[in-house]
């Protein structure tokens, strides 16, 4: 079945540093969401990517929809303890159920 | 701003004892989503309602879970009788469509069966 895998698992960054995760999907996606969940709460959306080569920005944050449609990235700049938290990118398969991956936990030290 | 309300936010039980969650989408949602998350996991989906109707419950282990959701608004997870494994934050999201779109969650029931 359709499988959606995250690297890292874990980063540990200075708070002003970059921070990037990566999401791999087995079959090619009709659009990738990114969704991010704060300890002890619940996932909260993001962003969603349908274009292939998709580029989009919030702030400091940057997605991208990769041009075969089957990966995607997160990438934030200038890290604040804000952005604590874990990053799951979740993959649609044209009317299937959404995949989401295990997840990219970010940890900030100030 | 509109919520998913999901209670209770915490159920502790023991093994072969019977629990129900619940499940309050957004007005207006159709979708309805329910979905288990173990620790340092993603969500996993166990069913997914289109108004009243089961759309995908292929991941919900029907041996021991039910799901219903009778007028098409709120929806109740049972699980009878609970196992040790079956430990985990419970997570109800709605959607105002039907695929591809945005899913809004509630803030969850943590279940522990000892």
């Known amino acids: 079945g359709q499988q959606v895998m995250q690297i890292p698992q874990y980063q540990h960054v200075q708070e002003g540093e970059d921070f990037t995760t990566y999401c791999n999907s087995s079959t090619t996606l009709s659009n990738i969401q990114w969704y991010k969940q704060r300890p002890g709460g619940h996932p909260v959306f993001l962003i969603q990517?349908?274009?292939?080569?998709e580029v989009k920005k919030q702030k400091r944050l940057t997605f991208q929809f990769g041009e075969a449609k089957k990966n995607s990235s997160l990438h934030i700049t200038a890290t604040q303890t804000t952005d604590v938290g874990t990053y799951f990118c979740?993959?649609?398969?044209?009317?299937?159920?959404?995949?989401f991956g295990a997840g990219t936990i970010l940890r900030v030290k100030s | 701003e509109a919520e998913v309300a999901q209670s209770p936010r915490y159920k502790i039980t023991e093994k072969s004892q019977a629990v129900a969650f619940w499940c309050d989408p957004i007005?207006?949602?159709?979708?309805l989503y329910w979905y288990r998350q173990i620790l340092g996991q993603g969500p996993e989906l166990l069913v997914q309602f289109q108004d009243e109707s089961v759309v995908d419950d292929s991941q919900l282990p029907k041996d021991r879970f039910s799901a219903e959701r009778l007028k098409g608004v709120d929806s109740t997870l049972k699980i009878q009788p609970a196992e040790l494994g079956d430990s985990a934050m419970y997570l109800c999201?709605?959607?105002?469509?039907?695929?591809?779109?945005?899913?809004?969650f509630g803030a969850g029931t943590r279940l522990s069966v000892l």
């Open positions: 999201a709605s959607s105002p469509i039907r695929q591809g779109g945005i899913q809004y």
């Open positions: 007005s207006g949602h159709a979708t």
């Open positions: 990517l349908v274009k292939s080569g």
């Open positions: 979740a993959g649609d398969k044209y009317g299937n159920k959404l995949v």
